[in-house]
Structure formats: structure tokens, C-alpha cells
């Protein structure tokens, strides 16, 4: 494990290059530890693939004073117990323009693509790339594929989409080279709420094959109309 800066507020907490479950299990409980000590001057925590970056007040606390109680947590919290949450079910109108470009690259009938991508539980590891945006654990290997090699300018919100080993979700619309199999009508970031990101680093997620009747008709079903 290293330490090293980011600019003079930052502090870097780098856990290796490898992409492990063990090594995202060190993270969240380095974050849950540092919650619970509430230090002044620690500003917000951001975790990463295999890094957490601490944004803290240099005129309140030090590099390495943080550093030493980051060491200290580490060493209390390494066996402490995550608390299992029930995943975040997340709905899929399975029409994405790529879904024959993977089913190419994959031999996969395009129905055994849906059911492989929604038969399994996805851990997101990091928020990034855009607000709400979620990296997501766990894919079946098979449907890997690699990126377009032309991004898209733009991409719907809600986009759901492949990229080598990850899959993960669109929550605005933006440029991207994912891609794209489906699209949910869930809102994945929305600055008006309480919790913008609908999901957080460490939740789980279970991805659930909907109809375009549905997808069209969700918003409405969900208020009850």
C-alpha cells in the first residue's frame, strides 16, 4: 500500500494495480472508518478502483497527521464486517443499437446475452466518469467486448452499455464508446434530490429484463397513475 499527493489537499491511498473484491472490501472499510472518527479537517473521501483519494483542510490537519490515522484505521477495521445490502434492482429495456455487435463478438444469441447480463449481481466499485456514473463488478466474462472504436457524440440517459469486462449506466447524457445494449427509465442522478446518485460505491445491483410497453409506461406505474 502507498501514499502519495494530489495537489496540497488531497491525499492519495493507493491499495495496488490489480482490480480485487478483497481490495474493494479494504476500501470500504477504510472509508467506514474514517466516517466514524469524524476528523477535523478530513473534507470527503472518494473511492476508487483500488485507490481512495482524501480531500482534507491542510490548515487543519497535515499530510501526514492523516496518513498515521489512516494507518491506525487500517489496522482496527481490517476484519470489520461490511453490512450486506439488498441489491438495487435495476430495469432494462433490452434494445440497445449494440446488442448485435456484442452478440457478433460474444457468439451469443442476443437472448442469452440479456439473460447473461441479468443473471448475475454486480458490486459498483466507483462512481466516475460523470455524476452517478457507476463501474460495475461481476459481469459474466463471456459478454465481454471491447469499446467502439468510434465514440458516440451523444448518448441517451439511462444508456445501458459494455466495455471489456465492465457494464454500467449512463445517468445523463453525454459523449461515450461504450456499447450500448439497453436503456432503464430509472433517473441515476438527479442534483434536486436528497441523494443525487441514485447508487453509491458498494451497493449492489441486479439488472431486470422489462418490455418497452413497460419502459415506456414506468414512470406512470411507479406514481400509481
Do not use: C
Amino acid at each position: 500500500m502507498n501514499y502519495y499527493h494530489l495537489g496540497d489537499t488531497a491525499l492519495v491511498v493507493d491499495f495496488g494495480g490489480t482490480i480485487t473484491l478483497e481490495i474493494n472490501s479494504r476500501i470500504r472499510q477504510l472509508t467506514a472508518g474514517l466516517a466514524e472518527r469524524k476528523i477535523p479537517g478530513m473534507l470527503e473521501a472518494v473511492p476508487g478502483y483500488t485507490t481512495l483519494t482524501l480531500h482534507y483542510n491542510p490548515l487543519t490537519i497535515s499530510y501526514d497527521r492523516l496518513v498515521d490515522l489512516t494507518n491506525e484505521i487500517l489496522k482496527e477495521n481490517f476484519t470489520l464486517e461490511i453490512e450486506y445490502l439488498e441489491p438495487k434492482v435495476i430495469p432494462v429495456w433490452y434494445n440497445g443499437p449494440d446488442l448485435a455487435v456484442v452478440s457478433k463478438h460474444t457468439g451469443l444469441r442476443i437472448e442469452e446475452i440479456i439473460e447473461r447480463h441479468t443473471d448475475v449481481e454486480y458490486l459498483v466499485y466507483m462512481i466516475g466518469f460523470a455524476p452517478g456514473f457507476p463501474y460495475l463488478g461481476g459481469m459474466d466474462k463471456i459478454l465481454s467486448t471491447p469499446r467502439r472504436e468510434t465514440p458516440r457524440i451523444k448518448i441517451p440517459a439511462g444508456s445501458v452499455g459494455i466495455a471489456g469486462e465492465q457494464t454500467g449506466v449512463y445517468p445523463m447524457e453525454t459523449p461515450g464508446g461504450w456499447q450500448l445494449i439497453g436503456q432503464t427509465p430509472i433517473v441515476l442522478f438527479d442534483i434536486e434530490r436528497e441523494q443525487p446518485s441514485f447508487l453509491s460505491a458498494g451497493d449492489r445491483v441486479k439488472f431486470h429484463a422489462i418490455t418497452q410497453e413497460k419502459f415506456e409506461n414506468y414512470n406512470m406505474e411507479k406514481d400509481g397513475n
